[in-house]
């Protein structure tokens, strides 16, 4: 079945922390990733996508990601966070195929204290 | 340009009434999609429409739920009777293109959502 794993639900860091968030996601041939964001009171917004070509992708705000297909993962990063990354991440997969819909991860919940 | 909009952010109702939400895509875009989250858990994949047709419902729970997208504009998402198990947030997305192929402009944008607690 097509699901997606985010292994961090809650992550307390403080300001200038580095920050890592798991993802893997299980096989599906080619697939489109994504992730969103969504900080609170605010919509779900879109980070980061990686859809072919190099797998480290630049997103807004410093943040990274690294498609490591071997592994099935795609771990965001950012080498220092602030506090106004306070805010609920999501992971999200396309698979492709017939239907059009993302699967998500669970979200990891980021408090960056000051 | 204006992002997509949903009616209302909250809705508290009782165990066996009607709830119906309201979501307004990005002008232009013909695929429409409803997610949920229930409390603590992922966002889960409803529905999506091309236009006004219906091209994937797999992820609607029960024949409670109802969902129209007449004209092919604006999308309504209906729950009749509503039971506690529905509580949670009800997202609605849309996007440009609709691909079956990987391609950098099938991203979708979400609204704000509707919290709806079902009491």
């Known amino acids: 079945a097509q699901s997606v794993s985010q292994h961090n639900h809650h992550v307390i860091l403080s300001e200038a922390a580095s920050l890592e968030l798991g993802c893997n996601y299980s096989y599906g041939g080619t697939v489109n990733l994504f992730w969103y964001v969504q900080y609170p009171g605010q919509h779900l917004q879109l980070l980061l996508k990686y859809f072919s070509g190099d797998p480290l992708v630049k997103g807004i705000k410093g943040f990274e990601a690294e498609f490591i297909k071997s592994k099935f993962s795609f771990n965001l990063r950012k080498p220092s966070v602030q506090w106004s990354d306070t805010a609920e991440y999501f992971c999200a997969v396309y698979y492709g195929g017939a239907t059009n819909k993302l699967i998500f991860g669970t979200g990891t919940l980021l408090a960056v204290q000051p | 340009e204006a992002g997509v909009t949903q009616f209302p952010s909250h809705s508290v109702i009782e165990k066996g009434q009607t709830v119906t939400l309201r979501c307004d895509p990005i002008?232009?875009?013909?695929?429409l999609y409803w997610y949920r989250r229930v409390m603590g858990k992922e966002i889960k994949f409803l529905l999506h429409f091309v236009k006004e047709s219906k091209q994937d419902e797999s992820g609607m729970p029960n024949n409670r739920f109802l969902a129209e997208r007449t004209g092919g504009t604006y999308s309504t998402l209906k729950v009749q009777p509503a039971e506690l198990e529905d509580s949670g947030v009800y997202f609605c997305?849309?996007?440009?293109?609709?691909?079956?192929?990987?391609?950098?402009?099938?991203?979708?944008?979400f609204g704000p959502g509707t919290r709806l607690t079902v009491l």
């Open positions: 002008s232009g875009h013909d695929n």
């Open positions: 997305a849309s996007s440009l293109v609709q691909s079956r192929r990987t391609s950098p402009n099938n991203e979708q944008f």
